[in-house]
């Protein structure tokens, strides 16, 4: 994940990843849009699973524990809070 931009409200991050990996399970301390450049993946949100394709895009809750499992090379751009934190480690 590679930080892209930041302004005084937001910041916007690169997220690639290859065929076969994942992002373990995690939350955002605030609201998150990503949209997707390219690739396939799965975005798994509590007891929903989404599909996410090239040019879709979706919201994801500040606080809402979620994982990604790649089915194809990935490349995505997220919005965030400027000063939003990912956690990967309190999560219940």
């Known amino acids: 994940?590679?930080?892209?931009?930041?302004?005084?409200?937001?910041?916007?991050?690169q997220v690639e990843l290859p065929s076969g990996a994942s992002m373990p399970r995690h939350f955002v301390t605030s609201d998150a849009f990503v949209v997707v450049e390219?690739?396939?993946?799965?975005?798994?949100?509590k007891n929903e699973t989404c599909e996410l394709s090239t040019g879709n895009s979706v919201s994801i809750p500040a606080r809402e524990p979620h994982m990604l499992k790649i089915i194809e090379d990935f490349k995505a751009y997220v919005v965030l809070a400027n000063d939003a934190l990912i956690n990967y480690s309190e999560i219940s």
């Open 38 to 45: 390219a690739g396939h993946a799965l975005l798994i949100c």
């Open 1 to 13: 994940m590679k930080e892209l931009q930041r302004n005084d409200h937001y910041k916007i991050l």
